[in-house]
């Protein structure tokens, strides 16, 4: 182990004995007493030692015996400390490709604060690239949501869309202006290549069944039909729920942006619910949904360039939480933000009672046993997820029974 106190948190000293690390409350902690020798210490936590010469420089300083093995441990569980040599081996493969990496170093920053052991983040991370997402939809959102996860270090991202490029399609970081009139897909994913720190060569899409071909991690559905951001489709996501494949919708609509909710088939709500609740509360409904489905199309859609672009970041970040292992916020819920005040409130999608997805817990036993391989993947990222909030629960009570606290 190479420890190093990790170095997206800025360190200050609050008086002579106490050491604040990280400015941010939602990741800011503090420590003391620390001791002038120990503060020195701290600066010699930077990865390019390992625990024996940690030890020696220890010695040098001064420091009791055993000071400075208990130090790291302590570090190591607030969450501080971060292995410049940790990680399994897809972590060492990233490690030894050093212009991918030096792409993705903010991304790892951002990871050492959301993750707990040593050695993590940088896993995590190299995890990314043996994923397969697919977005179905290249508008403004759908393709600029594409090319942010294959930025973000996403090994494939897959578009799927039909028809041609129009100038309304083009956005900043999505769409360029001399793919206007080329098919939409091919467009897109040249973005996507364009967006990716390995730069891969041009391939085609995939299939699941294909020998060697992992399954979709996620399939995030980013309309350019407004209405079908407004009211998705439940029978569209029939495949996905059969599959057991998690699936994300997200959009704009009439100048309102959102993102959710984040299905987890037999476990979150999804279209089919967020359909059968809103008729509960509005019989009129699907009367509405079947005007707006047949009315002619608009020339153009109420979809503002930064607006798309927010919504489409939002999307991305939400996507990426999950793949990382962890539950985001729109997991059965709906996250929408309207032109101009720019206030983001969420709305829940409950699972309904008749649903056949199986969500409300009626149709549960009767799913079990039908899963396929692709859902066993699905349920693998969950018990991450659920390995994760364990050991942030772990992390947070020893924070509170040491000299550690939370600064607020």
Known sequence: MHPMVKPALRRGWRDLNTVQFGMAPAHALTLGPVDTATGSFLDLLDGTRGLDLLREEGRRMDLPD????????????????????????????????????????????????????????????????????????????????AALLSGA?????????????????????????????????????????????????????????????????????????DVCVHAPPASA??????????????????????????????ETGCAGCLQRARTDRDETWPRLVAQWQSGRRRPAQACDLALATAVAGLAAAHALTFLDGRLPSSAGARWEVSLPTLQWHSRPVWPHSACPCGASGEGAEKRKGEHTPEEGGSHATMAGQRQSRELRRTTVAARQAGTWRAHV
């Open 66 to 145: 055993g000071h400075v093995d208990r130090l790291v441990e302590r570090l190591g569980r607030a969450g501080l400390l971060d292995d410049a040599r940790g990680g399994g081996p897809d972590a060492a493969a990233l490690r030894d490709r050093q212009e991918v990496l030096d792409r993705l170093r903010p991304d790892l920053a951002s990871l050492s604060l959301t993750t707990s052991a040593p050695g993590e983040a940088l896993d995590r991370l190299a995890a990314r690239r043996r994923l397969r997402v697919q977005v179905r939809g290249a508008g403004r959102v759908g393709a600029v949501l």
């Open 153 to 225: 270090g996403v090994g494939e991202v897959d578009v799927r869309d039909g028809g041609l490029v129009e100038p309304g399609d083009v956005a900043p970081g999505g769409l360029s202006a001399e793919s206007v009139g080329e098919r939409r897909d091919e467009a897109a994913r040249r973005a996507v290549r364009a967006a990716s720190p390995d730069r891969p060569s041009r391939r085609r899409s995939r299939s699941p069944s294909e020998a060697g071909t992992p399954g979709l991690a996620l399939v995030i559905i980013a309309a350019r039909d």
């Open 237 to 266: 996501a029939d495949p996905l729920l059969a599959s057991g494949t998690p699936h994300l919708y997200t959009g704009v609509v009439e100048a309102t942006g959102v993102v959710g909710p984040l299905v987890l088939p037999g």
